[in-house]
């Protein structure tokens, strides 16, 4: 069975760091695309960063780029994303995602594109 377990979320103040762990199982996702998306509350799910499954290429959103970078352990496949200057609109639930359909990189935006998904961590910036 897929699972995608996601970890690090926490609480931080603006100006912080974190980072989240997406460790995956039940299969190798050496080839997989992966991708880390959000959903603050009353909001829709938005994407936030990518890595492509066939040549490990990454994506970002525009409100994350500079500030955070995702990044994967070829030997575990865990996926990871570094969250450095934290922004309060930067809170969120964040769910890990994953698709072995070798999708381009037009898609690699879109939530619909994934077929695993991990239950997510909540991150809050706040003071």
């Known amino acids: 069975q897929v699972q995608l377990d996601e970890s690090g979320g926490g609480l931080v103040q603006p100006g912080g760091s974190l980072r989240l762990s997406c460790a995956p199982s039940?299969?190798?996702?050496?080839?997989?695309?992966m991708a880390w998306f959000r959903q603050a509350p009353g909001k829709e799910r938005e994407f936030v960063a990518a890595s492509r499954g066939s040549n490990r290429a990454t994506y970002y959103a525009d409100s994350v780029k500079g500030r955070f970078t995702v990044s994967r352990d070829r030997g575990e496949n865990t996926m990871y994303l570094q969250m450095n200057y934290l922004k309060p609109e930067d809170t969120a639930v964040y769910y890990c995602?994953?698709?072995?359909?070798?999708?381009?990189?037009?898609?690699?935006?879109?939530?619909?594109?994934?077929?695993?998904w991990g239950q997510g961590t909540q991150v809050t910036v706040s003071s």
């Open positions: 995602a994953a698709d072995f359909g070798n999708p381009t990189s037009m898609y690699l935006r879109y939530a619909s594109t994934y077929t695993y």
């Open positions: 039940g299969r190798t996702f050496n080839t997989a695309s």
